[in-house]
Each structure stands twice: as structure tokens, then as C-alpha cells.
């Protein structure tokens, strides 16, 4: 059974999780909902049979924009997905979707206008015993691309990790949906082309960055960021996605 990877702009694939993911004999099922069916789009699900887990990216748009017509519709089919016991993963504006589908709330930043670069991410107690989280540095640098964020955890979650500006950077739900704020998956090509972006642009003229200054910043924390984001994503393939459920696909 597939993994339904829910794609919102060209800036925001799968990065690093998708091989990861393939090689662990998991074939994904990734439908771009800001592409017509003529550029080769493909809506939400209508229902989740032969559905194994969900995984919801980033983009730039935001949690409540009017003129998103699949957003309503994304918002809906997160929240039966976790009803049902589904593994969802969000990324970004995926982790902020499936925070508001549950029932948190989600806005614009209010300590900064964003985050953008690599920002220091702190694990919290209950993330330093959480098993996803196994062998993820305390505290490290992680990527970063945000203008919102989780106002309001759903009822229930845990808070896994936080950053100065954002306190809201991972958090877990009942026993198989996680959100995470920051980049995981990205590797060096996608973050080379978040700074190409045009949105990307006007968040780091904001932040009075230039490019030039995140790319430093990668030079210096990319290495790290890899090994983490690698054993990441290696915990989500070996704990979420047991050996069971790929035999039976």
C-alpha cells in the first residue's frame, strides 16, 4: 500500500525522506495539489483504502489563505487520516495543517517574521524520551523556512522541540501523527533552491539576510543537519512503518 505524499510548490518535495523511504520498500503515491490535471496534478484521496500513511509537506502559502481550493479539502482528509490511525507526518505548512485539522490554532509569527536559515532547535523533555526523536542531538541547528506558525497545540499533543522564535517546532499526537516545524528532509540542492524563491526572497529581505549569508550559514551547519536529518528520517521508516505493513502491501 502507498504512502500519499501531499505536495503544495516545486520548492517543497520529499528531499531525503523519499529514498529513504523507497529503500525500505515503501512505494509513495505523491500528488502536487497546486497543479491542475492538465500540468500533471492530482487532487486529495477521495477515501483511504489501500492507504498506508500520509505525509504533508511544506510551501508557501498559508494556513487560512483565501483562493486554495484544495486546502479545505487537505485540512479534512489529515484529520480522518489520524482518526483512523494512519501514520501522518507534517513538514512545515504540513505540520501547521495538521495542527489546525486537529483542532490548535495557527498565525503569523510574533516575535519575528519568520525564520529562515539555519535557527538553533532545542529537543524538550518529553521529546528527549520520545522514540522518534532517538538519537537526535538535544540541540542543534536546524533549516528553517516559516512566516507562520502552531499558535496552539491540538488537545492531547506532546511538544517535542522548540527554538527561541518559535516555540512550536515538533510535536506528536496520539501515537502516529507527527509535525515538524523545521526542514528534516531538505538536503543542499533544495536548500540552494528555497534561495532562489521568490517568496524565499522577500522573508530573508525581512530578516535583513541575503543570500549569501544562509549559504554561509549551510556551509558551516550542513554536515550536521545531514547526519540528523538522515537518522530522522531513518526513524521514521524503521518505527512508523513496521516490516508488517510493507509485506501486506
Given amino acids: 500500500m502507498p504512502i500519499v505524499v501531499l505536495q503544495h510548490a516545486d520548492s517543497d518535495g520529499i528531499g531525503r525522506l523519499g529514498p529513504i523511504l523507497r529503500d525500505q520498500g515503501h512505494a509513495l503515491d505523491v500528488r502536487r495539489l497546486d497543479?491542475?490535471?492538465v500540468q500533471g496534478g492530482k487532487p486529495v484521496p477521495p477515501d483511504y483504502d489501500n492507504?498506508?500513511?500520509v505525509v504533508s509537506l511544506g510551501g508557501p502559502m498559508n494556513v487560512g489563505d483565501a483562493g486554495?481550493?484544495?486546502m479545505d479539502a487537505e485540512l479534512a482528509y489529515l484529520k480522518g487520516a489520524h482518526e483512523r490511525g494512519l501514520p501522518v507526518i507534517g513538514i512545515c505548512l504540513g505540520a501547521q495543517l495538521i495542527a489546525k485539522a486537529l483542532g490548535g490554532?495557527?498565525?503569523p509569527m510574533e516575535s519575528a517574521p519568520g525564520e529562515f536559515g539555519f535557527t538553533e532547535v532545542s529537543v524538550t523533555v518529553p521529546g528527549q524520551t520520545e522514540t522518534m526523536m532517538a538519537g537526535i542531538a538535544w540541540s542543534s541547528r536546524q533549516w528553517q523556512a516559516h512566516g507562520q506558525e502552531v499558535k496552539k497545540l491540538p488537545e492531547g499533543a506532546a511538544l517535542l522541540a522548540s527554538s527561541r522564535a518559535c516555540k512550536v517546532q515538533a510535536f506528536k499526537l496520539g501515537m502516529r501523527t507527527y509535525g515538524f516545524q523545521y526542514h528534516f528532509e531538505s538536503?543542499?540542492?533544495?536548500?540552494?533552491s528555497f534561495l532562489a524563491d521568490p517568496w524565499s526572497r522577500q522573508l530573508m529581505e525581512?530578516?535583513?539576510l541575503s543570500a549569501g549569508d544562509?549559504?554561509?550559514q549551510a556551509d558551516e551547519h550542513y554536515p550536521l543537519f545531514e547526519r540528523l536529518g538522515n537518522r530522522l528520517c531513518g526513524n521514521i521508516a524503521q518505527y512508523l512503518f513496521p516490516p508488517v505493513s510493507r509485506l501486506r502491501g
Fill in 51 to 53: 492507504v498506508s500513511a
Fill in 35 to 37: 497543479l491542475s490535471p
Fill in 105 to 107: 490554532e495557527v498565525g
Fill in 206 to 208: 525581512k530578516l535583513g
Fill in 68 to 70: 486554495v481550493p484544495w
Fill in 187 to 192: 538536503d543542499r540542492a533544495d536548500i540552494d
Fill in 214 to 216: 544562509v549559504a554561509r
